[in-house]
């Protein structure tokens, strides 16, 4: 890739560059939603609380992903955090967003039982939604130098 791919600040991202970051942001966030709805479901926790853990741990894992792969590339801690925080707020946000909605729109999937397909299902169909919906913002946020095209300055 060309240098200007990689800086954030071409014309316009491409489209393969904010698929790359929607599911990297993806990745870090089924991580920790699906963490917070299996803790939450298996202690037979309420909707709220189980959504707060969810939404929780998928900031959690979304930023560390970020996190280690910036300290690994030698940037030091406070310096990391600041990149972790401007590259995955936004995305995280969105598709957190979506995510939970469609969960809690889905007749019962906040009901549901770990070993039934409707849990399985509006988690898993919340997230391909939501990647939908995060890939044209991060491609609006890279082309502009925000997002994960600050994250591409320190690789």
């Given amino acids: 890739m060309r240098h200007a791919d990689h800086d954030g600040h071409s014309p316009g991202a491409s489209w393969g560059m904010a698929v790359r970051a929607t599911l990297h942001c993806l990745t870090g ?17 309420g909707n709220a609380p189980t959504m707060v853990l969810a939404i929780t741990l998928a900031f959690l894992f979304g930023y560390s992903f970020t ?10 801690l406070r310096s990391a955090v600041k990149v972790a925080l401007a590259a995955d707020t936004v995305s995280i946000a969105v598709m957190e967003l979506v995510d939970n ?39 609006w946020m890279i082309g502009r130098g925000k997002g994960h095209a600050v994250v591409h300055a320190h690789h």
Avoid: Q, S, Y
């Fill in 29 to 45: 966030c089924a991580v920790g939603e699906i963490l917070g709805m299996v803790i939450g479901t298996a202690l037979g926790w």
């Fill in 67 to 76: 996190l280690f792969a910036v300290v690994r590339a030698g940037l030091g």
């Fill in 101 to 139: 909605t469609i969960i809690a729109l889905t007749p019962g999937a906040m009901e549901a039982h770990l070993d039934e397909g409707l849990f399985w299902g509006a988690l898993l169909g919340g997230f391909a939604v939501a990647f939908v919906v995060t890939t044209p913002v991060n491609k």
